[in-house]
C-alpha cells in the first residue's frame, strides 16, 4: 500500500515554488513528481495547507446503503433473487 509523502517535504517544495521556483523546478530538486508538486500547490490554495488526505478505507458502502431498505425488501420478499434481478430492479 502506497504510504503520502511527509508534510515537511510537502512544506518544503511549496516554500521553494513560492520561493520562485516553478512547480516543476521544485519538483525536480526535492526529488518527487512534477504533478505531486502541482497537487500539493493547488491544495495549499483551496485548502491552506499540504496535509495529505485520509488514505484507503471504504469508499464504495454508501452506494449500497442509500439503497439498502430496497435491496433488503427485494430479497425479503423473494429470498432466491439473482444479482442481475436486483440490479434490474435497482435501475
Given at each position: 500500500m502506497?504510504?503520502?509523502l511527509s508534510?515537511?517535504?510537502?512544506?518544503?517544495?511549496?516554500?521553494?515554488i513560492e520561493g520562485g521556483l516553478s512547480c516543476r523546478e521544485a519538483a525536480a530538486r526535492f526529488g518527487v513528481s512534477?504533478?505531486?508538486?502541482?497537487?500539493?500547490r493547488s491544495r495549499v490554495r483551496t485548502q491552506g495547507d499540504v496535509r495529505p488526505g485520509p488514505l484507503?478505507?471504504?469508499?464504495r458502502?454508501?452506494?449500497v446503503e442509500r439503497h439498502a431498505e430496497l435491496?433488503?425488501?427485494?430479497?425479503?420478499a423473494r429470498d432466491d433473487i439473482?444479482?442481475?434481478e436486483l440490479r434490474e430492479?435497482?435501475?
Open positions: 502506497s504510504k503520502a508534510v515537511d517535504l510537502r512544506d518544503r517544495v511549496i516554500a521553494a512534477a504533478s505531486s508538486a502541482i497537487r500539493w484507503g478505507g471504504d469508499r458502502s454508501g452506494h435491496i433488503l425488501g427485494l430479497v425479503e439473482t444479482l442481475a430492479a435497482l435501475a
